[in-house]
């Protein structure tokens, strides 16, 4: 259960938060959500998957694990990726809309047990204004905010020109244990080689060429994935 209100410096003037890791927290997952404004990023570690949701339709994801419940990049609290997925790394805040639906402000759930912690920094300075830790929240609410626009028109060029293909995914760990993947979708990268000029122009010019051959190699991760299943296994 969620209990999201409005950030405000009067009411939660002394509030403190905790931007605490681990399974206690939502972390344990083998999935996240992904953002296109932290392709980048998260390319460096992950391979990228889509999903196709009936609701949302296509939504990238970070492949974190390939048993439920477990990402292979958390040890206890801690990351050993070095980038954290958004959707992860926000905590317990959320965006959230003006009365008028002007303009984004940042929410945050009183439930969540990060709230008020005995560790927790000031999220307001004495004297009014922003403590570095909400500044932080703000470039990371902002990056989201952006990703989500973005994410729509960027998914449907891929889709469109024939970029995202559904895949199963063959996973050898060793001579007895073999894993299945499916129900997943990839940005194929010989369909990507295949574009002509005016196709690879046009999402050059809408600012989306970048992010497809970035999704492109991050599959390059997947030995590296089962590297670190071995390895998780083994201890």
Do not use: C
């Not at 296109?36 to 196709?52: K, Y």
């Not at 805040?93 to 008020?116: C, E, H």
Request: proline content about 6%; glycine content about 8%; hydrophobic content about 45%.
């Amino acid at each position: 259960m969620t209990r999201p209100v409005a950030l405000d410096n009067i009411a939660h003037a002394d509030l403190r938060v905790a931007l605490r890791h681990g399974a206690a927290h939502g972390h344990a997952v083998n999935q996240a959500l992904l953002f296109p404004t932290e392709f980048a990023e998260a390319q460096r570690d992950f391979p990228i998957l889509f999903r196709r949701e009936p609701a949302e339709g296509l939504q990238a994801v970070a492949l974190l694990g390939l048993d439920r419940d477990e990402n292979l990049f958390l040890e206890g609290d801690r990351w050993t990726s070095s980038h954290v997925p958004l959707s992860l790394q926000r905590g317990p805040f959320l965006i959230g809309l003006t009365a008028d639906d002007a303009a984004p402000v940042i929410q945050i759930d009183l439930d969540d047990p990060r709230v008020d912690a005995e560790d927790g920094e000031p999220l307001f300075l004495p004297h009014g204004g922003q403590a570095p830790v909400l500044d932080h929240v703000g470039r990371l609410l902002a990056a989201i905010h952006v990703g989500m626009a973005d994410a729509g028109p960027m998914y449907a060029a891929f889709d469109a020109l024939g970029l995202i293909q559904p895949v199963t995914l063959q996973l050898m760990l060793d001579d007895e244990r073999r894993y299945a993947i499916s129900d997943h979708e990839v940005l194929a990268a010989d369909r990507l080689e295949a574009l002509g000029p005016a196709e690879l122009g046009g999402l050059h010019r809408a600012g989306h060429l970048g992010a497809a051959f970035l999704l492109a190699t991050s599959l390059g991760n997947m030995p590296r994935l089962i590297a670190r299943k071995n390895a998780r296994d083994a201890a």
